[in-house]
């Protein structure tokens, strides 16, 4: 008898069992596929609400752990901290006005502004306008600064001369801006330099640029360089010419330091535009003042202009100068142009101009410069621009 159905019957039978293990085993599977992920939704689920306990007791913890008294000694340290930084800030205010002279930085209420330290000028060039604040408009004539005194006697009355080179009398009672001492004469604004502007200390007192600020809307022509001769000097460090009376002017009145360098030629200005006399009169600029030649004065032709007490009135006043008068006008020709029979040259070699430490020209003069008694101010090209 054949042992084939007896075979195949066992045989279907291990394949079913072994189904059956399969199905089993893959049921399991899903069985624990199911659980890991539950498993994982409540694990994150635990964890925020873990976190949100650890928040919450966190802030109760702070409320807690509040204490006053904590609180007010913090404060203090954080007070005591910024009182120091306070101190702090100030000394270094304070250094930096030793350092500039800026007295004014920390002003303290009743205390003298003191012009030990080097004085700050914030102009922005030399010349710069500081207006008055102190003019008087009634009561007794202003005294001449101490400051001032061996500068104004010095022109006071000159050996010869007198009074010719004279800066008037003061207008105004001496004021301090920006740690520079001011007084206004009625020909002249004096102030002091500062320390360590000026290399020499004869030069610690000096005029302002009163003429120079007055042409500042004008633009002069320079003059053609000459040989210059002993009626005209030529020069060559403004290119301006100064000729006959009004070089006697600037030789015997020690005028580089009174005057400063010429910054105009000859020319006409009406020096009463708002007065019935309209006549142009001739006159040249010079760096602090003006010098007019008056043809009807036989006395004292020629005058130092009244710059300061005009410029004290009006800051914004502008030379009124005009064209040369009309053919039948009042001619003047006592203070003439060099002729021009002198060849030009590029460069003057044969008399060089005055150099900025000396008062006087090189070329001849007819009135010998006395021996200055006194400090004479300084020329406004003698310190730097700050």
């Known amino acids: 008898m054949s042992n084939l159905p007896q075979d195949d019957w066992e045989t279907r039978k291990v394949m079913n069992d072994f189904s059956r293990i399969l199905r089993q085993k893959s ?43 904590k609180e007010r000694d913090r404060a203090r340290e954080t007070a005591k901290s910024a009182a120091l930084l306070l101190i702090m800030l100030l000394l270094i205010l304070l250094l930096i006005a030793a350092a500039t002279g800026r007295t004014d930085i920390l002003p303290i209420p009743g205390a003298q502004v003191t012009q030990t330290l080097q004085p700050y000028i914030s102009g922005a060039e030399p010349g710069a306008f500081v207006q008055s604040q102190s003019l008087p408009t009634a009561g007794p004539a202003p005294e001449v600064d101490a ?125 009463t535009p708002d007065q019935a006399d309209q006549q142009p009169y001739q006159v040249q600029y010079f760096e602090r003042g003006r010098l007019e030649y008056h043809q009807n004065d036989p006395n004292r032709p020629v005058q130092f202009g009244l710059l300061g007490l005009i410029k004290s009135k009006d800051k914004d006043f502008q030379a009124n100068i005009v064209m040369p008068p009309q053919p039948g006008a009042p001619a003047v020709t006592a203070v003439p142009h060099p002729a021009a029979t002198p060849t030009p040259v590029p460069i003057i070699t044969a008399v060089p101009p005055p150099a900025a430490t000396s008062a006087l020209p090189p070329a001849a003069t007819a009135v010998p410069i006395p021996v200055a008694t006194s400090t004479p101010p300084p020329a406004a090209t003698a310190y730097p621009g700050p």
């Not at 004279?166 to 002091?192: C, D, H, M």
């Open 27 to 69: 049921k399991e599977e899903r069985a624990a596929l199911l659980d890991q992920a539950r498993d994982e939704a409540l694990a994150e689920e635990l964890a925020e609400a873990r976190e949100q306990s650890e928040r919450e007791a966190a802030a109760l913890r702070e409320e807690l752990a509040y204490d006053p008294a």
């Open 147 to 271: 400051v001032f005194q061996d500068y104004y006697y010095y022109y006071l009355d000159r050996p010869n001369i007198g009074d010719t080179c004279s800066i008037g009398n003061p207008i105004s009672s001496a004021y301090t801006a920006e740690g520079v001492r001011y007084q206004w004469f009625q020909r002249a604004l004096l102030k002091t330099m500062p320390v360590g502007y000026v290399g020499d200390s004869t030069w610690s007192v000096q005029g302002e640029r009163l003429g120079s600020q007055v042409t500042s809307s004008f633009l002069f022509p320079t003059a053609q360089p000459f040989l210059s001769q002993p009626g005209a000097y030529y020069f060559g460090e403004t290119g301006h010419a100064v000729n006959q009376q009004f070089l006697d002017f600037w030789r015997a009145c020690d005028g580089l330091h009174l005057l400063g360098y010429p910054i105009s030629d000859i020319v006409y200005e009406v020096l």
